[in-house]
T-cell receptor, first 115, second 110 residues
Framework: KNQVEQSPQSLIILEGKNCTLQ??????????LRWYKQDTGRGPVSLTI?????NTKSNGRYTATLDADTKQSSLHITASQLSDSASYIC??????????????FGTGTRLTIIP | DAGITQSPRYKITETGRQVTLMCHQT?????MFWYRQDLGHGLRLIYY???????DKGEVPDGYVVSRSKTENFPLTLESATRSQTSVYFC?????????FGSGTRLTVV
């Protein structure tokens, strides 16, 4: 069964500090991996998307890495801001044909930034 | 405003009632999706639609009905609501570049 596991479940850090969120997956075959940010009471918003040939992808202070051999990804947040408080969701797709990608969602990491 | 909108934002209904959640997009994207999000679970696909009048089941379709008579609308109907359908429901559209989610409908079945 395709699974996406994220760790930690929750994380609290001080404003300005860096943090790294982890995602391990057993989805096979593998097409792409996405990271989403979900603010409380809102829908998920895309941060990055990586295919199996990409090792890293940045979006501002967010940097995602992918190791397709070990089936692990991480999302690194630099110089955290209060607005980074949200849930971060890892999503993996085994298929490349859009629309029928059978996305598998992780349960997310709840990140809280404190001043 | 351009984008994807869901209504209502919050809904409380009684067990056995029929309830319809609305989803509207302004981009004319072919694909639209309905997901539910529950504590301890990642988002799970209920139904999706590749175009007007074309719909297909996702991972958890039981108890739900969808229709897509127009490209821009994709309503989700709970024919006889049960407590297990208490959840947050997200509609999404997508292209090969990615997905855009609505703000969600929080449904409580009492």
């Amino acid at each position: 069964k395709n699974q996406v596991e994220q760790s930690p479940q929750s994380l609290i850090i001080l404003e300005g500090k860096n943090c790294t969120l982890q995602c391990n997956y057993t989805v096979s075959p593998f097409s792409n991996l996405r990271w989403y940010k979900q603010d409380t009471g809102r829908g998920p918003v895309s941060l990055t998307i990586m295919t199996f040939s990409e090792n890293t992808k940045s979006n501002g202070r967010y940097t995602a890495t992918l190791d397709a051999d070990t089936k692990q990804s991480s999302l690194h947040i630099t110089a955290s801001q209060l607005s980074d408080s949200a849930s971060y969701i890892c999503v993996v797709s085994p298929l490349s044909n859009f629309g029928n990608e059978k996305l598998t969602f992780g349960t997310g990491t709840r990140l809280t930034i404190i001043p | 405003d351009a984008g994807i909108t869901q209504s209502p934002r919050y809904k409380i209904t009684e067990t056995g009632r029929q309830v319809t959640l609305m989803c509207h997009q302004t981009w004319s994207h072919s694909y639209m999706f309905w997901y539910r999000q529950d504590l301890g679970h990642g988002l799970r696909l209920i139904y999706y639609s590749a175009a007007a009048d074309i719909t297909d089941k996702g991972e958890v379709p039981d108890g739900y009905v969808v229709s897509r008579s127009k490209t821009e609308n994709f309503p989700l109907t709970l024919e006889s609501a049960t407590r297990s359908q208490t959840s947050v429901y997200f509609c999404a559209t997508g292209t090969s570049y990615g997905y855009t989610f609505g703000s969600g409908t929080r449904l409580t079945v009492v």
